[in-house]
């Protein structure tokens, strides 16, 4: 059975820094595909950023570029999400995604069949 476990959310100010990682079990093989998204409560889960295992090619959200990164260790597949010069309106709930169907992959949750429980970031002024 798959399990992704996320780590690293937590309360920070504006401008600091948080890395979340996620890390995956119960498969064999790294994920095709990984992804962060997030989610406040009222509105839809959003994607952030997400990144193909074989390719290492990424795609972000325009809202943080530049601030995030998204990377991999496909050996001890875990999955990372670096946030840095965090805004108040980062402050969500940040889940990790997997997928290993080959194909079409992108910054939509209708790629990923596997999610952990979630983290919460809360961003404070």
């Known amino acids: 059975q798959v399990q992704l476990v996320e780590y690293g959310g937590g309360s920070v100010q504006a401008g600091g820094s948080l890395r979340l990682s996620c890390k995956v079990s119960g498969y064999a093989f790294s994920a095709v595909s990984m992804g962060w998204f997030r989610q406040v409560p009222g509105k839809e889960r959003e994607a952030v950023a997400v990144?193909?295992?074989?390719?290492?090619?990424?795609l972000y959200v325009d809202s943080v570029k530049g601030r995030f990164t998204i990377f991999q260790d496909n050996v001890e597949k875990t999955n990372y999400l670096q946030m840095d010069n965090l805004r108040v309106e980062d402050t969500a709930m940040y889940y990790c995604a997997a997928d290993w169907r080959p194909g079409e992959w992108g910054l939509d949750q209708r790629f990923f069949g596997h999610w952990g429980q979630g983290t919460q970031v809360t961003v404070s002024p």
């Open positions: 990144i193909h295992s074989d390719t290492a090619s990424t």
